[in-house]
């Protein structure tokens, strides 16, 4: 072996020997030597020489013997009890249920009043993760929409629905609404200098309404209108004549409309079509 290789090996010894050590828990015979080196009167510095030590933890070490008179590590790891008993899980669990839009803050102060722990919302998440819940948008229920009085009232109408349903043809169940279109042709998107607003000059901001009438039973639509104003009473009347002549056509003698409260629907005109249709119809 010639003296430049022996040199690099000697080097690589000396850098293995002076690497600092990096997550890694001193051993207890270390601790032990560093103890008996600062009973000895060396220095906190002297004995991270002499181990290849880091100063803070000799100093830890040294620190820990003075005030606990301790030497060995204390073990990591392991499992850690958790701060949240069953119940109070249990409980934030109601609580989301009950309201669906309660705050991790609110969450956690509600687990301290009931529980007496004092918990972060980070916790709180984890918790609610075991849950298998998600955050989503918030669907708004009116509240009179499934009080008892309301769910009476929906098992009533279904009731009468089908006893209807059972006594007429199948394509006598016709079913009849208006709906309103808002027709715009322009682009709505445009390119223009950064900083600056994308414009065009038009003759007029308004746009077309387009509304329509249409009845239609199981089997397709029976009918339909379209008109560029809003639908009143009148256009309804004709539109109601012209379905007469429909299902004449169709040969449906038998018909059940079904609407919904729009005001003109049950004035005395619409009423009297829809009579003059049963008459004819019989």
């Known amino acids: 072996m010639n003296s430049s290789q022996s040199s690099v090996q000697e080097e690589n010894a000396s850098s293995a020997m002076q690497a600092p050590r990096r997550r890694k828990t001193t051993s207890n015979e270390d601790r032990e030597r560093v103890v008996t080196a600062y009973e000895n009167g060396a220095t906190a510095a002297t004995i991270s020489e002499m181990f290849n030590l880091k100063k803070p933890t000799v100093h830890g070490i040294i620190k820990k013997y003075q005030n606990q008179w301790q030497i060995e590590a204390k073990k990591r790891g392991g499992n850690r009890s958790k701060l949240l008993s069953q119940q109070a899980v249990n409980d934030v669990r ?21 529980h007496g722990v004092r918990v972060s919302s980070t916790t ?5 993760k075991g849950f298998n819940y998600s955050l989503k ?8 929409r499934n009080t008892p009085t309301t769910v009476e009232e929906r098992k009533h109408y279904a009731t009468q629905f089908y006893e209807i349903a ?3 043809p199948d394509n006598g169940l016709i079913y009849l609404d208006e709906v309103g279109f808002n027709v715009s042709m322009r682009t709505l998107k445009g390119r223009s200098q950064r900083g600056t607003p994308a ?3 038009v003759p007029q901001l308004r746009t077309r309404n387009i509304s329509i009438i249409c009845a239609m039973h199981r089997y397709g639509v029976l009918l339909y209108t ?7 009473r009148e256009r309804f ?17 038998s018909s059940y409309f079904i609407m919904d409260n729009v005001a003109f629907h049950k004035t005395p005109a619409p009423v009297e079509e829809f009579c003059e249709a049963k ?4």
């Open 94 to 114: 109601n609580w989301i249920d009950e309201d669906c839009t309660v705050t991790l803050k609110a969450l956690a102060e509600k687990v301290f009043e009931q």
């Open 124 to 128: 709180i998440a984890r918790e609610i």
């Open 137 to 144: 948008m918030v669907k708004l229920l009116p509240e009179r």
């Open 166 to 168: 059972r006594g007429i």
């Open 199 to 201: 414009t065009i000059t």
């Open 226 to 232: 379209t008109h560029t104003r809003s639908v009143n």
């Open 237 to 253: 009347i004709q539109f109601i004549e012209e379905l007469k002549q429909t299902l004449r056509s169709k040969n449906i003698n």
């Open 279 to 282: 008459q004819s119809f019989k």
